[in-house]
């Protein structure tokens, strides 16, 4: 494969996987059983984090002291299953944060969706745990696309 159908080919990718990854999070929704989790606890765990930016055609990673917050949920299904899971809750730079920096506080209610088949597995009723990887996919995609015919149309006259 040439290397100027290699920005478009990557963009209409990107598409269709957020494509399908949306039908999969639409047919999911139409199954879905709601609920109210409860969060029974926040930990903070000291941790290194890194961060990688780009700068004049390099990559530089730095890494840092951070503290990262896992939150415990609990629901009970419609059948009366008690179901508890674990989601991130965020992180913060330096260690030793305390748990009140993190994304959720103890006792507090969240909505959550699951499938009665797979209670197990609940998604949190949110847009960004929803749909946030079929969005950020998609603009990625539509990113990629343009430029692919930018470069098909510059190579294609020169």
Not at 16 to 23: K, T
Not at 87 to 101: F, K, M
Not at 103 to 122: E, I
Not at 127 to 155: D, H, K, M, N, Q
Request: contains cysteine; hydrophobic residues 40%; positive net charge.
């Amino acid at each position: 494969m040439s290397k100027r159908f290699l920005l478009l080919n990557i963009g209409l990718a990107l598409v269709i996987v957020s494509g399908v990854w949306g039908i999969k999070t639409t047919l999911f929704l139409l199954d879905a059983e709601r609920a109210t989790a409860t969060i029974t606890a926040v930990r903070n765990t000291d941790s290194t984090c890194r961060q990688t930016r780009r700068q004049r055609r390099r990559t530089i990673e730095t890494r840092y002291d951070c503290t990262i917050f896992t939150a415990e949920f609990e629901y009970r299904t419609d059948a009366g299953q008690l179901i508890t899971f674990e989601r991130g809750a965020g992180s913060v730079r330096g260690h030793g944060q305390p748990v009140s920096r993190a994304r959720f506080t103890a006792a507090q209610s969240v909505g959550v969706l699951y499938r009665s088949d797979r209670p197990d597995k609940p998604s949190l009723d949110e847009f960004a745990e929803l749909w946030g990887g079929s969005l950020l996919t998609a603009i990625a995609g539509f990113i990629f696309i343009p430029f692919g015919l930018i470069a098909l149309v510059r190579r294609g006259s020169a």
